[in-house]
């Protein structure tokens, strides 16, 4: 009977020892995961929330949207052309597009 019991702790003992090895290792790939998140938080500022950027990078961000902007308007300017010829598009107000 003591030889059963004593094979049932030591079993109990190997498996919760192997689980502790298991979640330390999971803990250390969770801190791992972390830093690469927050390197890559770093390294790709316009991925953060709008709440979390300082003025630099707003006005940052303010600029690469308004080129985006023109150089869209440009696209579609050029299409118009291509479609409708050019005097059709010239004088046209593409801004609220």
């Known amino acids: 009977m003591d030889l059963l019991r004593n094979a049932s702790i030591q079993e109990l003992h190997t498996r919760l020892t192997n689980m502790l090895a298991q979640l330390e290792s999971e803990k250390k790939a969770g801190k791992e995961l972390q830093k690469i998140r927050k390197e890559s938080q770093r390294n ?38 291509e479609a409708f010829g050019s005097t059709c598009v010239r004088g046209t107000d593409l801004s609220m597009m």
């Not at 630099?56 to 869209?72: D, S």
């Not at 308007?73 to 050029?78: C, P, T, Y």
């Open 44 to 81: 790709y500022w316009w991925d953060k929330p709008i709440e979390d950027l300082g003025l630099a990078n707003l006005e940052q961000l303010k600029m690469a949207m308004l080129e985006m902007k023109e150089f869209a308007q440009k696209q579609v300017e050029g299409h118009m052309v």
